[in-house]
Each structure stands twice: as C-alpha cells, then as structure tokens.
C-alpha cells in the first residue's frame, strides 16, 4: 500500500501562515485517510515557524535563494528543516507520492509567489516541493488529486 504525504492545510488543519486552511475535499484523499495511507505534514510548522505567522515568498539574490517576510525577516532555515523532516518522512515510509498546497513557499509545485510581496505568481517550486522533486517523490497539487489517484493506482499495479 502506497503512502501519501499530504499537506496538513489541505486536510483541515489550521496551519496556513494566516492561521487558516485549505481544505481539499476529494474523495480520494477521504479514502486515502480511512485507509491509513496519508501521512500529514505542513513543513513551515515542522520547521519551526508559529501560526500564525508572516506572510513569506521566495527571494532570489546575488548570495542565493532565500525565504523572506515582507518586513525582510530571513526564514529561510526554518523553511529548509521543514523540508528536512518532509525528506525524513518519505524516507521513512518509502512516499513516492505527495500532495501539497499549490503556490505554498514550501510546498507550490508549479506556482510561488513572484518574492516582490505583490500578489504576482511565477513559475517555480517550493522548497519543500524542489526538495521531494530531487529524491524522485512525485509532486501533485491540490487541484491533480485525480491525477495522483491514477498515478499511485499505476504504482500498485506495478507500473
């Protein structure tokens, strides 16, 4: 059986930077939970950070990529331990599957903020997103949950 690390916010977690969630209400992820597949993580709180907490984006400068508030606090750590333990989770429960909030600093697997605080969206992933990526843990968002069904449905099936 094929686990499935899932976003806490997309569960119904109050775990988002504003103090709120993303609730994703698939049936999927409803079966996935019955059957004790998912394995619920939000990396910005496993990282250390409170909630709620200031709004961050991704910022790249000349000495590299950073996690930055608007005010200019550097999060940037908290944000790479989240990605830490998201590693050490999929490790631990050979995940080949995650499910994470779209556009999240830790988990957009398509889509960031643009790092300029003004509502822009960009191409791009989250840390926690690019971190899974590189191990080879296939990353869907929100919105391709009907995709990740078919694709660990693929994965049982030995494909």
């Given amino acids: 059986m094929q686990r499935i690390l899932v976003s806490s916010c997309l569960l119904g977690e109050p775990v988002r930077y504003h103090g709120g969630h993303s609730r994703a209400d698939h049936p999927a992820l409803q079966r996935w939970l019955a059957e004790g ?14 909630t709620p907490r200031p709004a961050a984006e991704i910022v790249r400068r000349a ?7 608007a005010a200019g606090g550097d999060v940037t750590e908290a944000f790479a331990r989240g990605a830490d333990e998201a ?10 599957v995650a499910i994470l909030k779209e556009s999240s ?34 990353v869907f968002s929100e919105s391709e949950i009907g995709e990740a069904l078919e694709f660990v449905s693929g994965l049982e099936a030995g494909g």
């Fill in 87 to 96: 590693e050490r989770l999929c490790r631990l429960h050979a995940i080949r």
């Fill in 105 to 138: 600093p830790s988990c957009g697997s398509h889509t960031i903020y643009d790092g300029s605080f003004a509502g822009r969206k960009v191409g791009g992933l989250g840390i926690t997103a690019s971190r899974l990526a590189g191990l080879g843990v296939r």
């Fill in 37 to 50: 597949r998912i394995v619920a993580l939000c990396p910005e709180t496993a990282g250390g950070l409170p």
């Fill in 63 to 69: 000495d590299g990529v950073r996690v930055l508030t």
